[in-house]
């Protein structure tokens, strides 16, 4: 079945250190890959997204995330985590190969920044 | 563009009433989508529709919820009668892809407390 999986749960980083949100998937095939934010009591916004191309894909608020096949991983980074950048990290695929248009959203990672 | 409106942001009601959840999808947008998100389960998706027509309900929980969309531009999440296991945040969300995988436009959400 598909699957995407967030390793962690909850990561507490301090402010100006580098960050890095794990997302791994299992499909047959490489899905879509998305990853979307949410801030305490807003909806889910998106941040990036990879169909194809370029493994490395910047997104907004200074994120990039890499996609690598071999590790079945999608991984968000920021060099330097700004106290603003506290919520709750979603990634989510959507299975090419299905012809249902669903997203499959991970569990999420929640964020703290330390000033 | 307004994006994704939900009404109300806040429900509070007592078990056993019926509860309505209102989404407008964003403008020229053909998918629409119902989540929930609750701390032990996560976000769950409940049903989609593609031009008004639900493809996929295996997530509605049980026979007391059902969703209607009768026109491009308004849907709404029934449950009848709501019970206290019901209480989560509902998301709708909408997307302008023909396939469904674009990004997923998200409404801020309607939090349910059902006593």
């Known amino acids: 079945a598909q699957s995407v999986t967030q390793p962690d749960i909850h990561i507490t980083v301090s402010e100006g250190a580098s960050l890095e949100l794990r997302c791994n998937y299992s499909y047959g095939a490489t899905p879509y890959l998305f990853w979307y934010v949410q801030s305490p009591g807003q909806g889910l916004q998106l941040l990036l997204k990879y169909f194809s191309g370029d493994t490395l894909v910047q997104g907004i608020k200074g994120f990039e995330a890499e996609f690598k096949r071999s590790q079945s991983s999608f991984n968000l980074r920021k060099p330097s985590v700004h106290w603003s950048d506290a919520a709750e990290y979603f990634c989510?695929?959507?299975?090419?190969?299905?012809?249902?248009?669903?997203?499959?959203f991970g569990r999420g990672t929640q964020l703290t920044v330390w000033p | 563009d307004a994006g994704v409106i939900q009404s109300p942001r806040h429900e509070v009601t007592e078990m056993g009433q019926e509860v309505t959840l209102r989404c407008k999808p964003i403008s020229g947008h053909d998918y629409l989508f119902w989540y929930r998100q609750t701390m032990m389960r996560g976000l769950e998706l409940l049903i989609y529709?593609?031009?008004?027509?639900?493809?996929?309900d295996s997530g509605m929980p049980e026979d007391r919820f059902s969703a209607k969309m009768p026109n491009a531009s308004f849907s709404t999440l029934k449950i009848q009668p709501s019970e206290p296991r019901d209480s989560a945040v509902y998301f709708c969300?909408?997307?302008?892809?023909?396939?469904?995988?674009?990004?997923?436009?998200f409404g801020p959400g309607t939090r349910l407390t059902v006593l």
């Open positions: 529709f593609n031009n008004n027509v639900p493809i996929d």
């Open positions: 989510a695929a959507f299975d090419r190969g299905s012809t249902l248009g669903r997203l499959y």
């Open positions: 969300a909408s997307s302008g892809s023909g396939t469904g995988f674009d990004e997923q436009f």
